[in-house]
């Protein structure tokens, strides 16, 4: 049999406005602060970026707010570490791979500084979260085709490269329910707006309503968005079944009860969920390649983080079930 990888080595209009978000803003704004005052939530934040990406991304938002810089701006410059640090762990050398390591941990760091800087400017936007996400799902494309070629140039089977896929799709599931849940909690437990929970119906009209001809970069990032925000209904469908009840039952806003209802029983999943974030994968694929079985990772994704994922998700749709019953039961009566 052919292996699958071996050891390493020893040590040895629109366009306008598109480059608007990419250049240095000039507009002054009334910003937060304090480090917390750019947590999305504190229940969201795990301890790794409490005690390290957010501390070190705080400062870098304030360093890049000197700057002028937008939001955009770092998460492309966050790409592109990122993308660096995949190619990086193609090659069987220990000091390139932790070279790519460094590397990883610095496009997470601005991962983080770039949605810190968002809330630090009031520049939070659509636009600048799907660019963030896109930014995301291109440093782990880079990554698992990186681990792929590093398997084949290795001798392994060809095979590797449908368990690269399979494992990259379900790479992208996982981090698409997590985010889903995500902003699921802070949009029915902390009332955050509509924006942080959008539906695919909704995002449908508005696509139709734009033009390729007139609005191409504008139609495209939302056609992605609109495909990712679908994908994620899909996955759990009772949580946009929620939305909808407390939209028809409570119209202006959703009642106190409700809320503490959803939080206290949502907050034991958010450790669970955070298992699904980039932290926790990261950590993994540091290990693996420390001890020269970067395909593990790949078995890993399909197995006990997908058999995760499901556990979690028929966990929150029973959640969902439970909180429209309890909705319909408490109607305000008209």
């Given at each position: 049999?052919?292996r699958?990888?071996?050891?390493?080595?020893?040590f040895g209009?629109?366009h306008?406005?598109?480059?608007?978000?990419?250049a240095?803003?000039?507009?002054?704004?009334?910003?937060?602060?304090?480090i917390?005052a750019?947590y999305?939530?504190?229940?969201?934040?795990?301890w790794?970026?409490?005690?390290f990406?957010r501390k070190?991304?705080?400062?870098l938002?304030?360093?890049?707010?000197?700057?002028r810089m937008t939001?955009?701006?770092?998460s492309?410059l966050?790409?592109?570490?990122?993308?660096?640090?995949g190619h990086?762990?193609?090659?069987?050398?220990?000091?390139?791979?932790?070279?790519?390591?460094?590397l990883?941990?610095?496009?997470n760091?601005l991962?983080?500084?770039?949605?810190q800087?968002?809330?630090?400017?009031?520049?939070?936007s659509r636009?600048?979260?799907?660019?963030?996400s896109?930014?995301d799902?291109?440093?782990w494309?880079?990554?698992?085709?990186?681990l792929a070629l590093r398997c084949?140039?290795?001798?392994?089977s060809?095979?590797?490269?449908?368990?690269a896929?399979?494992?990259g799709?379900?790479h992208?599931l996982q981090?698409?329910a997590?985010?889903?849940?995500r902003?699921?909690?802070?949009?029915?437990?902390k009332?955050?707006?509509?924006?942080?929970l959008?539906s695919s119906?909704?995002?449908?009209?508005e696509?139709?309503?734009?033009s390729w001809?007139r609005?191409?970069?504008h139609?495209?990032?939302?056609?992605?968005?609109?495909?990712?925000t679908w994908?994620?209904?899909m996955?759990?469908?009772?949580?946009?079944?929620?939305r909808q009840?407390?939209?028809?039952?409570?119209?202006?806003?959703?009642p106190?009860?409700?809320?503490t209802?959803?939080r206290?029983s949502?907050q034991?999943?958010?450790k669970?969920?955070?298992?699904?974030?980039t932290?926790t994968?990261?950590?993994?694929?540091?290990?693996?390649?420390l001890i020269?079985?970067?395909?593990w990772y790949?078995?890993?994704?399909?197995?006990?983080?997908?058999?995760l994922?499901?556990?979690?998700?028929?966990?929150?749709?029973?959640?969902s079930?439970s909180?429209i019953e309890?909705a319909?039961?408490?109607?305000?009566?008209?």
């Amino acid at each position: 049999m052919r292996r699958l990888c071996g050891t390493p080595k020893a040590f040895g209009a629109e366009h306008a406005e598109f480059a608007l978000e990419m250049a240095i803003d000039l507009t002054p704004s009334a910003a937060p602060s304090t480090i917390e005052a750019t947590y999305k939530s504190r229940e969201l934040e795990g301890w790794i970026d409490i005690h390290f990406y957010r501390k070190i991304g705080f400062s870098l938002a304030t360093f890049f707010e000197k700057l002028r810089m937008t939001p955009t701006a770092v998460s492309f410059l966050g790409c592109i570490v990122g993308v660096v640090a995949g190619h990086l762990y193609y090659y069987r050398d220990l000091s390139a791979n932790i070279a790519g390591m460094v590397l990883h941990v610095g496009a997470n760091t601005l991962d983080n500084a770039d949605g810190q800087l968002a809330r630090l400017t009031n520049r939070k936007s659509r636009t600048g979260r799907i660019i963030d996400s896109l930014a995301d799902h291109l440093i782990w494309v880079s990554i698992y085709v990186h681990l792929a070629l590093r398997c084949l140039a290795e001798g392994a089977s060809p095979a590797v490269a449908f368990l690269a896929l399979a494992a990259g799709l379900s790479h992208a599931l996982q981090g698409a329910a997590a985010d889903y849940y995500r902003n699921g909690y802070l949009y029915f437990a902390k009332k955050r707006s509509r924006a942080d929970l959008d539906s695919s119906s909704i995002l449908r009209e508005e696509y139709r309503r734009h033009s390729w001809r007139r609005e191409p970069w504008h139609k495209f990032l939302l056609a992605l968005y609109l495909n990712f925000t679908w994908q994620q209904e899909m996955l759990s469908p009772g949580v946009e079944r929620l939305r909808q009840a407390i939209g028809r039952d409570f119209p202006g806003e959703i009642p106190i009860w409700l809320q503490t209802r959803y939080r206290d029983s949502a907050q034991p999943m958010l450790k669970w969920w955070r298992l699904l974030m980039t932290n926790t994968r990261m950590l993994l694929l540091f290990l693996l390649l420390l001890i020269g079985r970067p395909v593990w990772y790949f078995w890993l994704e399909l197995s006990a983080f997908n058999v995760l994922l499901v556990y979690l998700i028929l966990w929150q749709e029973r959640l969902s079930r439970s909180l429209i019953e309890l909705a319909t039961a408490r109607r305000e009566p008209a």
